[in-house]
């Protein structure tokens, strides 16, 4: 098994920047890939970003946080780091954060195998 713990989270105006992480512990050695997904009132969750564990280091983002959000990762502390910059109303959402084993069809929430409780941003307009 493998527990995932999110940090970061806040209310923050438009245009302004937050930096979420996200922490694994247990039998880390089997994740392939950890990614962001973000779930809005309403609305079904969405893929944000991933980021591979192999030596490529691959990332992964929706086309909505392209150029806006920085994805990285720290494999010695098994961490996940999203860098959120120039935030508008419509990143609001409860972000997740997700590991898989598998390091295919990356943007689909039903590749992954373990989830984080989840944390809430708020941009406000």
């Known amino acids: 098994q493998v527990q995932l713990v999110e940090s970061g989270g806040g209310l923050v105006k438009t245009g302004g920047s937050l930096r979420l992480s996200c922490a694994a512990s247990g039998r880390t050695f089997s994740i392939y890939t950890m990614g962001w997904f973000r779930q809005a009132p309403g609305k079904e969750r969405e893929f944000v970003s991933a980021v591979t564990w192999s030596a490529s280091s691959a990332t992964y983002y929706a086309d909505s946080v392209k150029g806006r959000f920085t994805i990285s990762r720290d494999n010695a502390k098994s961490t996940v780091t999203l860098q959120m910059n120039s935030l508008k109303p419509e990143d609001t959402a409860v972000y997740y954060c997700?590991?898989?084993?598998?390091?295919?069809?990356?943007?689909?929430?039903?590749?992954?195998?373990?989830w984080g409780q989840g944390t809430q941003v708020t941009v406000s307009s």
């Open positions: 997700a590991a898989a084993t598998a390091g295919y069809n990356l943007r689909f929430a039903t590749t992954y195998d373990y």
